[in-house]
């Protein structure tokens, strides 16, 4: 859900007495920070809780993707999930992956750390398929990020920003359907901008066959009626 439809769920709600929404639930990790811009914000002024998924990039900021290393997971193949391959997001795992050997803790405490260190995140999805994973993340739970390394990360990843994308991501039909996209040049047939719902079908009602009546003019309309004179007073005279 995009931030303007949160702002309009909410005064919706307000409007008309409805119960509004207490929580969102956006993607949110190191390598995809789009909602820093307009959903965590939002979500803080109108007291809603994020509860983010996907803090590890979906198994991206686990180290096990490596830029120039081939993997024999069915995810990162060519048939796969292309999010795996995208070498900009490689690229930026390899600086997070030096990163956190230079701090000496694994990088996938590093992700689970960063995810939950923005005040409008109210908690993280981990999402575990293994007890090995399940332990691997809570033993990371008391780690902290000061303020330099948060500035290290906003280097490589700057605020507000993603690298490229994951295929699962919401992204709406105003992206998703080209037709939302683009004008429609004069010669496609209507037929086919109803059925993406950018034209509505109206149906024009049927004129009338009588004439109405001609109104009377409105500037005569408005004027006032002309004043009748008085006659002239009488005076009495006394003898």
Wanted: hydrophobic share 35%; proline share 9%; charged share 30%.
């Amino acid at each position: 859900m995009r931030g303007s439809e949160i702002v309009e769920a909410q005064w919706m709600a307000e409007r008309r007495g409805f119960e509004r929404f207490r929580t969102e639930q956006p993607n949110y990790s190191i390598l995809d920070r789009e909602i820093e811009r307009e959903i965590l914000p939002v979500a803080e002024r109108y007291g809603m809780g994020t509860l983010v998924y996907s803090p590890l990039a979906g198994g991206t900021l686990t180290g096990r993707y490596r830029s120039g290393q081939e993997n024999d997971n069915f995810r990162s193949t060519r048939t796969g999930m292309r999010h795996f391959r995208d070498e900009r997001r490689l690229a930026a795992v390899e600086q997070l992956v030096a990163l956190a050997e230079e701090l000496g803790v694994k990088l996938t405490h590093l992700a689970m750390t960063f995810a939950i260190a923005h005040p409008g995140v109210t908690s993280a999805i981990a999402g575990p398929r293994t007890m090995e994973q399940l332990e691997d993340t809570l033993a990371g739970v008391d780690l902290a990020l000061s303020d330099e390394v948060l500035d290290r990360i906003d280097a490589i990843v700057p605020p507000g920003e993603s690298i490229g994308a994951m295929d699962m991501v919401y992204r709406g039909p105003q992206v998703g359907a080209a037709a939302l996209r683009r004008r429609p040049p004069r010669s496609v047939p209507p037929a086919d901008l109803r059925r993406h719902g950018v034209v509505r079908r109206v149906r024009r009602k049927p004129r009338p066959r009588l004439r109405t009546p001609r109104m009377p003019s409105p500037r005569r309309h408005r004027r006032r009626p002309a004043r009748t004179p008085r006659p002239p007073p009488v005076r009495w005279r006394r003898c």
